[in-house]
């Protein structure tokens, strides 16, 4: 594992996708519930599995037609610090830790 680092506003939103969510996302469809470029979300993920906080794996629904999709869930410390730095960025904007990110736009 490696330290995260710096948590932008990017990361916080992939964090709050991840968080509210009850079933693993793959990349396009965190990028489309943030609003953030392809450029930003996949490194932001990666970064995120590389720091522990994220899980990925292949998706293996043969039913489904198309390109394969890597599906990616917070790991339970993934959780417990995404749920700080939200809690941490609401207190300073002033706003209640279950805002997501494509409502607080």
Known sequence: ??????????TVDVLAVLLDSDRPRWGLEIIKLTGRPSG????????L???G??????????DRRGPR???????PEG?????RVR?????????????????AR
């Open 1 to 10: 594992m490696e330290p995260l680092g710096r948590i932008g506003r990017a």
């Open 49 to 51: 599995e590389r720091a």
């Open 69 to 75: 999709r890597r599906m990616y869930v917070l790991t």
């Open 79 to 83: 959780a417990r610090e995404a749920a």
């Open 87 to 103: 809690a941490r960025r609401s207190a300073r904007a002033g706003t209640t830790p279950t805002t997501r990110p494509e409502a």
């Open 53 to 62: 906080w994220v899980t990925s794996e292949w998706d293996d629904d043969s």
């Open 40 to 47: 930003s979300v996949y490194p932001l993920l990666d970064r």
